[in-house]
């Protein structure tokens, strides 16, 4: 899945608000991107695949098993977590051996992410 970033522009109170409404209108006529960011800001709703985010902003690199004991919850649980944050390219992943590390994704949405955590 690719992210999307939009160009954002500030609107000021002193412009026309015909010009103004008619260039939101534009902006939001790209379906694709709007849906794609939705789809982004759902999965970090869930609040299994928020925490392993969270984790990830601490941590440089986790194993499931490291997450799930983490979290108190299963291995299954985190599996099923990761593998819809890594096909929407938010986590990465490093094998060593048999065993697989995950990392928070380097892409604009992470980037937002780690942005706010920072703030918590």
Request: glycine share 4%; aromatic share 6%.
């Amino acid at each position: 899945m690719q992210l999307y970033t939009a160009d954002v522009t500030s609107y000021h109170l002193n412009t026309n608000s015909n010009e103004m409404t008619n260039k939101i209108k534009k902006e939001l006529e790209n379906e694709k991107a709007v849906l794609a960011c939705a789809e982004q800001f759902g999965l970090v709703g869930d609040p299994t695949r928020m925490k392993i985010c969270w984790l990830l902003c601490k941590h440089k690199e986790m194993s499931v098993g490291e997450i799930a004991e983490t979290l108190g919850v299963s291995d299954s649980v985190v599996s099923h977590s990761l593998k819809r944050l890594k096909q929407s390219e938010m986590v990465a992943v490093r094998r060593e051996h048999k065993q697989a590390f995950y990392t928070l994704g380097d892409n604009p949405f992470t980037k937002v992410i780690k942005n706010s955590l920072k703030q918590v």
